[in-house]
């Protein structure tokens, strides 16, 4: 027990160091792939990211969709990429070679659909290489370049908001 708060802290500490180094830069070129981190506990509508990727001008074999759960349940198996706080270690380490190589992977947008607080969540967003990371609103706002204020029930909102921003920001064409 006494191990698990030591655990928690050093991951917290681990989160502020990443935040406070992170650099933005928007870069030019449009969106082409698309990394999306929810909370399976909250939502579980895998379609409505595909919209979102087909929304973005994002083919389906650049989407890329990773589930988080607090619960260790056998259903949550019926999805490709699921992970739980088990999959991390000491300082941020990463004990899911699935989780790693999504972290790997630059993807131009990352998408992070949740409004629970969860650290692991946060890391991941964190730890994440995205060129460019849109969120809803959280607690610590350093997470993501672009916040967008919305009810997690609102997807077509924030669809259509994230969809404008990124018009705005030259990363999609008109067609």
Known sequence: MIL????EKSNKKYLNK??????????DGDVESLGVILNIDEIDNFDMFKNLASAFNVRSNKLKIIAFSKNLKDD???WDDCFNPKDFGWKG???????????DTEFDVLVSYYLTEALELKLITAKSKAKLKIGILQSDERLNDLIIKTNL???DLFKNEAFKYLKILNKIKNE
Request: no cysteine; net charge positive; glycine share 4%.
């Open 4 to 7: 698990k708060g030591f655990k």
């Open 18 to 27: 990443l935040l406070s180094e992170r650099q933005l830069e928007v870069a």
């Open 76 to 78: 949550l198996k019926t």
């Open 93 to 103: 380490s990463v004990k899911n070679p699935e989780l790693q190589r999504f972290l």
């Open 153 to 155: 029930k609102e997807f």
